[in-house]
């Protein structure tokens, strides 16, 4: 049977850094992936990546192309009752900001530097079962080119997304699972249009919420909130533009309509497993909690965990001592938690629940227009959204 220091279920955004991260300390490891290069390559999700984020990259020597082509934001926009109000991050966060710069494309660099110094995942490589974990000898299993396959190792890390195998070797009494589901979804669209903002625009409208953000200076991307089950071909491109306009609206502004490439629905759900640790399993990224998009803070969230994870591995193997790997589920999950109150909160604050009182958007628009009122709202948004330093919870 073949033995790695470190076996990671999953190739996704979590799962890639980690091994750069763990390989470039010498730790030894190897990704599992079930996708091929192509799908994974391939996979849409957000866009916006905190200044730790960046940082992680930079330090992974991951952030060449991003330092080229990532779009460096110092605030983004809120829209309501016909105001519009500018969050100034820097200003705000004592120098912080985002970067837009598509998840993809951070998985694509990471990919292609793997390749370059021969620590690739092994793609199409299913893993089935996780046995062992409360030995100092877990089991991996799992199926490559049709072939049963078994990998042993010192401890198992599970970065294999919100559906994942890793988990189930938990017993159930092991674990919590804290979970919100929205009465509502998100329908993005991908467009050929250059962005009619400099800086993403966040609307509440009577219509319900809508969000424009951008890939490049060239193509946008935009979200509407649509119900649950919403068929994205229910929508022609004729009515998403419409109600678009209708939740951007706002005098003396238009919005630029162009081609749309791409189109999907996306549910919203918020979700914490706790612990993030049992025995030699780690969980890490979406594996161990989800978010709603509002805010974009899930890949953020996901790299954030393999930072302090990278670090207690690699100590772990440098000095024998478990300290860190002790202290990894109550580090994260305090960020963790920090982080999903606010998608939660910028989540309600901004859609209207199918449910929803005149008395409940009255609140809405109350919380919006205090943001805009005081420094202090404002600064507590954009230190969030900006997002919190990784060692600083
Ligand atoms: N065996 C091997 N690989 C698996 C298995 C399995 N049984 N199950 C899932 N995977 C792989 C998936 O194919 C995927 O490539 O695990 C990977 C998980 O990747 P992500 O879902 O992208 O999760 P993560 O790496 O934690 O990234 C978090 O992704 O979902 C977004 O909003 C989230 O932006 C955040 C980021
Ligand atoms: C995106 O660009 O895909 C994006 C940006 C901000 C969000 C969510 C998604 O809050």
Redesign the pocket.
């Known amino acids: 049977m073949d033995h790695t220091t470190v076996a990671i279920v999953g190739g996704g955004p979590a799962g890639l850094l980690l091994s750069r991260l763990l390989h470039r300390a010498g730790t030894d490891c190897t990704v599992l992936e079930r996708r091929d290069r192509a799908y994974v390559e391939r996979r849409q ?4 990546l905190e200044q730790s984020t960046v940082d992680a990259l930079r330090e992974a020597g991951a952030a060449e192309r991003l330092d080229a082509e990532g779009l460096v934001h110092d605030g983004v926009e809120l829209r309501w009752s016909g105001r519009s109000h500018r969050i100034d991050f820097p200003a705000l966060t004592g120098g912080r900001r985002v970067w ?1 710069y ?2 993809t494309e951070v998985v694509k660099d990471l990919i292609a530097l793997h390749q370059a110094a021969g620590t690739a995942p092994r793609f199409e490589a299913e893993v089935h079962a996780v046995e062992g974990i409360d030995t100092g000898r877990p089991i991996v299993r799992y199926t490559h080119q049709g072939r049963e396959r078994a990998l042993s190792c010192d401890y198992v890390v599970g970065c294999d997304g919100s559906h994942g195998v890793a988990l189930k070797a938990v017993p159930v009494g092991a674990r919590r699972t804290y979970e919100r589901v929205y009465p509502y979804s998100w329908l ?1 669209i991908t467009a050929d249009v250059p962005p009619s903002c400099e800086e ?1 625009v ?1 609307a509440h409208s009577p219509h319900g919420f809508a ?1 424009h ?3 490049s200076p060239r193509v946008s ?1 935009l ?1 509407l909130q649509v119900p649950n089950g919403t068929d994205p071909e229910a929508w022609t491109d004729e009515r998403i533009w419409d109600e678009l306009d209708a939740r951007f609206t706002l005098d003396g502004w238009t919005l630029d309509r162009g081609p749309i490439t791409a189109k999907a629905v996306l549910p919203m759900r918020s979700s914490v497993t706790e612990p993030m640790r049992f025995g030699r399993l780690l969980l890490a990224g979406d594996a161990a909690h989800i978010v709603p ?4 803070k899930g890949l953020n969230l996901a790299v954030s965990d393999v930072v302090v994870l990278a670090r207690a591995l690699t100590h772990r193997q440098r000095t024998g001592g478990t300290e860190l790997l002790d202290a990894y589920s109550g580090t994260c999950l305090r960020r963790v938690w920090r982080a999903e109150h606010f998608s939660y909160t ?1 989540t309600t604050t901004l859609h209207t629940d199918p449910g929803q009182s005149a008395f409940d958007t009255r609140l809405q628009i109350a919380q919006l227009d205090r943001v805009a009122d005081s420094p202090h709202a404002a600064a507590e948004l954009a230190l969030n959204y900006a997002g919190i330093p990784v060692f600083s919870t």
């Not at 999700?45 to 916006?48: D, K, M, Q």
């Not at 998009?293 to 974009?296: D, H, M, R, S, Y």
């Open positions: 999700r957000a866009g916006i837009v598509a998840q993005g993403l966040y969000l953000s951008m890939r991307r979200y998009p509002t805010g974009a910028m």
